[in-house]
């Protein structure tokens, strides 16, 4: 099966500054990589993905780039800001099974 | 998207009672997973909820534990049957988008479960 790594565990930036998550995966099969936004109490929200096609994908604030040879994947948020405050998983699609990384909790600090 | 309600929203239980989930999905979906958080960790799947069928589970969940009714394309059930404290966990219920084979996939606010 697929198997993804996320780093690092927690990150903490001052606001406006950027943030940068990165996810390995092992099964070069796998074709989609969506990235979800958890913030307490409630479910996974996604964000933003990419898929094996594509190198970066940009939506405002938010980016991801992939990597299919080193298979790694990053997420890129740029002017941090206190909402963006959360917990953040990558996640890599093998065969219709989503596969999560073990997220990362940004702090965005005032 | 998919919009996605899960009930409960939260329960506490009795060890050795069971408890069912709902999830209603407000459009026709071709996939609908089962995923389970405990607390500070990553999401793991449960199982895939298969519509006129048996679910499919994951290495280390099995029916008896965690039966899954689905019986048409918007509603689905997790059951966690004989709990114990180690069944504490959110359940999250997901959904893929209405184009199949899309990849995305769409998230309830999950069942927060504490077993006493």
């Known amino acids: 099966g697929e198997n993804v790594e996320q780093h690092p565990s927690t990150l903490s930036v001052q606001e406006g500054d950027s943030a940068v998550i990165k996810c390995t995966y092992s099964?070069?099969?796998?074709?989609?990589f969506p990235w979800y936004k958890q913030e307490l109490g409630k479910g996974p929200q996604l964000i933003i993905d990419?898929?094996?096609?594509?190198g970066e994908k940009k939506d405002q604030r938010i980016a991801v780039t992939l990597n299919k040879t080193a298979k790694h994947f990053s997420l890129h948020i740029t002017e941090t800001q206190p909402e963006d405050s959360a917990v953040y998983f990558c996640?890599?699609?093998?065969?219709?099974?989503?596969?999560f990384g073990t997220g990362t909790r940004l702090t965005i600090i005032p | 998207s998919a919009v996605i309600s899960q009930k409960p929203s939260r329960d506490i239980c009795q060890r050795g009672t069971s408890l069912t989930i709902q999830c209603q999905v407000d459009?026709?979906?071709?996939?609908m997973f089962w995923y389970r958080q405990q607390p500070g960790q990553s999401l793991t799947l449960i199982a895939t909820?298969?519509?006129?069928?048996?679910?499919?589970?994951e290495s280390g969940f099995v029916i008896d534990k965690f039966p899954i009714s689905r019986p048409n394309l918007t509603f689905s059930t997790l059951t966690v049957s004989n709990m114990s404290p180690e069944d504490s966990s959110i359940y999250l219920c997901?959904?893929?988008?209405?184009?199949?084979?899309?990849?995305?996939?769409?998230f309830g606010e999950g069942s927060r479960l504490t077993v006493l």
């Open positions: 099964d070069s099969a796998s074709n989609y």
């Open positions: 459009s026709q979906v071709t996939m």
């Open positions: 997901s959904a893929a988008g209405p184009v199949h084979h899309t990849g995305e996939l769409f």
């Open positions: 909820a298969n519509q006129g069928s048996e679910a499919t589970y």
């Open positions: 990419i898929r094996s096609n594509v």
């Open positions: 996640a890599a699609n093998l065969n219709e099974k989503l596969t």
